[in-house]
């Protein structure tokens, strides 16, 4: 064969060579990218970390100041409390003092109470935030303890010529279908002091935010079914359901996103002229989750409002 048939092809003059070239110098450029990206984003994780254990540190003192300042102004208004209520009460120092002293001593009275409310619920809520709630679960009778509470928020309720009905039919979980009767008895394994908390500040919030001469109805279910209620979240066949209905002004969408977050203040849809401290709810919220149950609310503007505790039917103690 003859040299003259053969024709020399340079290597870079070959079009699948080059393309391989072409492809191998963009696949070291992506490599670069990422490296340095992957680089940049542990420095950014390590920065973040750094930050988080500061701000839990941060936290963690905030807790700390707040307990420590509640609990030394909770003795000073204790007993600012108890003078302004003696004056007020004592016949003698009543008759000696004039109509608008008179009035400023309960003005005194009033507002140093409303200010140990909150300092107490400080109190609460550090200890929870700061992941010092104990809990001593027992099994306890539900109906007992509702029974007690209402008795106790009866006088409250007096004062606005409220009622407190217990045992009342209740429209809770999204549909306008009336609940059935309450449950004869029920046993829950609670811790007994929290759950009476998680009571207490549901009553007296249904009857500081409702009208005079409205109703009250508080009632406990038995779910034969599944359903929804009408946040969305489900409940099971078996769960427990306690409902806690006003016929207040209710709550609108957007005062129900802050409802359950600290010192949340609502907007002024609310009409009622009460104070309010903004944590009761953030405290009830909290206990709820510590005993691994759920707080769900139904309310529209105008309607009243009932909120329902759940009580999973996996966490009920066996007949």
Known sequence: MKSGNFRRIRIDDDPYYNNVTRLNNELTNIQRTLMKRTADLERKTAELQEQSKELEHLNKLKNEMMGMAAHDLRSPLSTIMALSELLTDDDDDRESLSENQTNFIRDIHRASQFMLTLIN??????????????????????VKHLKRSITIHNMMAAKKRITIRFGSRSPATGDSAAMPPTVGTAIISADANKFEQIINNLLSNAIKYSPEKTTVAVSVEYCASPGKFADGQPFGSGDLLIHFQDQGYGISSENQKKLFKPFSKLSNTIKSKEKSTGLGLAITGRIVEAHGWSIHLKSEIGTGSVFTIRIPAKLLPEP
């Open 121 to 142: 619920q400080m109190l609460d809520l550090s200890q929870i935030e700061a992941g010092s709630i104990s809990m001593d679960t027992t099994d306890i009778d539900l």
